[in-house]
């Protein structure tokens, strides 16, 4: 079973084979960890002691859910936002009653002018999970992340510049492994691509 990784000021933590949290990234993380009054486990012996840290993290951090996707065309390039000085991938919270695949599509459409009718969900990739603060509570954003395909190449590209997007470009394969994107993005192309 795969662990997910939790990303945290770029930086992560997983969990490893044994269950224990390795590849400390980021002292900062680790402070946020380490805080007596989270009262979390780092050295785990089994999977369902690992569930039990997983819900003690989880009863600690304010949840928010949201869903994006990666979206390639007819010609096998993949498309990507420009947003505050990196490139990203289209995503947004789930707003209340949509699945995530309603949000996923949803956020595609406002975020580069792409209209649900010509996208298609081919399957679910994986999901990311973010640690960040916010007005002195530290938030946990669990996203959705689907491969996403688009019936028509040619369509106008428009980015959504009230959600600080400044460009929207298709890629080719290599070059867009070689973006300077987030460590989040990077972990959903690396699971796409493997």
């Not at 096998?76 to 991938?89: A, H, P, S, T, V």
């Not at 019936?151 to 290599?174: G, M």
């Not at 492994?177 to 990077?186: E, F």
Request: hydrophobic residues 35%; contains cysteine; charged residues 30%.
């Amino acid at each position: 079973m795969k662990y997910p990784k939790i990303f945290y000021n770029n930086h992560y933590i997983e969990f490893g084979n044994d269950l224990s949290f390795k590849n400390y990234k980021s002292e900062l993380f680790k402070e946020f960890l380490e805080k007596p009054e989270y009262n979390l486990q780092f050295q785990v012996s089994d999977q369902q002691e690992y569930h039990l840290v997983w819900k003690e993290m989880l009863k600690i951090l304010e949840p928010i859910e949201a869903a994006g996707g990666l979206i390639k065309n007819s010609i096998n390039q993949y498309l990507m936002i420009f947003r505050l000085g990196k490139w990203d991938l289209p995503k947004g919270k789930i707003d209340s009653g949509e699945s995530p695949e309603e949000t996923a599509l949803r956020e595609i459409e406002e975020e580069v002018n792409i209209p649900k009718n010509l996208l298609e969900i081919k399957k679910f990739i994986c999901f990311t999970y973010h640690i960040y603060p916010q007005k002195n509570q530290f938030m946990i954003k669990s996203t959705f992340w689907f491969d996403v395909f688009c019936a028509n190449k040619n369509y106008e590209l428009k980015p959504q510049s009230e959600e600080n997007i400044t460009e929207v470009r298709w890629f080719e394969k290599e070059e867009l492994l070689k973006l300077d994107t987030y460590p989040s993005i990077r972990s959903v192309l690396e699971l796409y691509f493997q």
